[in-house]
């Protein structure tokens, strides 16, 4: 099995078998977002631990393309225990898939980085509105402007 | 393209970028003195649009596919360069529009509608071209808040003493400014009308048109809130120009257009928008013409707008010594050093636009009519002028030319 076949693996594993999926009822933290390109959507619900930052538990639901909900599936397995400022500075290429992709030789073209990216920033929404951690510069904007 | 910044520029090899220049216009070499209204385009950025079509071209923002990918980069890349060449904090502050005039019907619009109603004032200038006038007053009728117009003098220049009125008035929700004038070629104290707005909690909207090809715009320094100039007039194509928009307003503005390409998602309940600068690029976008815009500005950053500046002011000084002698001629406009590469003026007895056709049959370019400055003509309290304006590739030849071609329109009215 080459490496490019073990990535290959490795993401639609997480896509057929996501970890941490569905929705927790109640939750401390909520967002959803979406991916106009290919209409992928994500909705996070986390909740803390007793020190009201360190992630002790969090679902991803949604649908779309393979790499959006695989890389939301590797995210969370990767923030579970975390503090929230901490996974707030994640950077873009730190993120599991992302960054998996980087050392592969293959890193995923801009337009599917978005794709990828559609996890760590509805992540990074929901710690905004729930504990006031900075919003991601491109999220900007984009709650105000919805109408119902 | 090899062109090294200098402080002095060779326009005569900078011509040979130009294959117009190739071109014979009733015979005659070309003197084009006309690039206030558009430019002509250097070999380069035609190369870089020929480029784009025949290898990278795709649509933006929708496909995955590797030419997708490859237009998609050349178009963000251009966004890039864009903001660089007028120092934006961002390229989310850039947004490809058609031309000036879309990027403040942007602003009149989308901004405006949410933000203007009775009792507040819309300003302007006198000394605007029609694009930087009438979406103001037609916001404004729309909204009901009061439009006025700072005055300009004689010389065509912003009478700013009328600002303490209007500052004592109060009620400035916007001001909207020209930077430099596309008839007279006065250069506007724009900080000066950025700081008074800003002082009145207004916001400042700049036209940049027959600024940001010819000299150094930095929007940050300048300080405006929205900043908007043509592709065309700057060795770019046709068909893309751009608006600059500081991000915290530009967030929290509803669209202009909507449509496809703008949109975060869509149900028959709600439709959210995407992110900057995406939310206000409905449709298609001129993709091909913002890669060459793109090669534009990297053509122009080569020689230096320094430079390029440089050449124009000397060219001024050339035109005004020769013309201010010819006898019947009045000039407009004000003195050398608040001016940039325009001259207008007018021949006793003769109608601008018989100047322009005489002097047409000499190969020589101008601009003859209301400039689309109509309050402005009323002002100088005439219908109309010629209008010779300069760019990098202008020669003092060409002024030679234009001058025997005024001699020849004498005569032949005499």
Known sequence: MSADDLYRELILDHYKSPRHRGRLDPADACAEGQNPLCGDELT?????GADGETIEEIAFEG??????????????????????????????????????????????????????LLGLGVLKVALHKSVGTQLPEEWKGVEEVEFE | MALKQSTRIDAARIRADFPIFDELVNGKPLAFLDSAVSAHKPRFVLEALEEFYEHSYGNVGRGVYALAERANEAYEQAREKVREFVNARSPREIVFTRNTTEGINLVAYAWGLDNLGPGDVVLTTELEHHSNFVPWQEVARRTGATFKAIPVSG????????????????NVKLVA???????????????????????????AVIDAAQAVPHRVVDVQALGCDFLAFSGHKMCGPSGVGVLYGRSELLERMSPFNTGGGMIRRVSVEKTTWAELPHKFEAGTPPVAEAVALGAAVD?????GLEAI???????????????????????????LERRAGIVSFNLEGIHPHDVAQILDAEGVCVRAGHHCNQPLMRRLGVSATSRASFYLYSLPEEVDRLVAGLERAREIFS
């Open chain 1, 44 to 48: 996070v619900t986390l909740r803390f």
């Open chain 1, 63 to 116: 649908q779309g393309c393979a790499i959006s909900q695989a890389a939301a599936s590797m995210l969370s397995e990767e923030v579970v225990g975390r503090n929230a400022s901490e996974v707030a500075a994640i950077d873009k290429d730190d993120s599991p898939l992302v960054a998996m992709m980087i050392e592969s030789g293959t890193p995923l073209t801009p337009i599917r980085l978005k794709c990828a």
């Open chain 2, 155 to 170: 010389e065509g220049e912003l009478e700013l003493d009328a600002l303490d009125q209007l500052g004592r008035d109060g």
């Open chain 2, 177 to 203: 400014v020209t930077a430099v004038s596309n008839s007279l070629g006065t250069i506007v104290p724009v900080e000066k009308l950025i700081r008074f707005a800003h002082d009145q909690g207004a916001i």
């Open chain 2, 299 to 303: 053509y122009l950053s080569g020689i």
């Open chain 2, 309 to 335: 500046a440089a050449h124009e002011h000397e060219l001024t000084a050339y035109a005004l010594e020769r013309l201010e002698g010819q006898p019947g001629l009045t000039l407009y406009g004000p003195p």
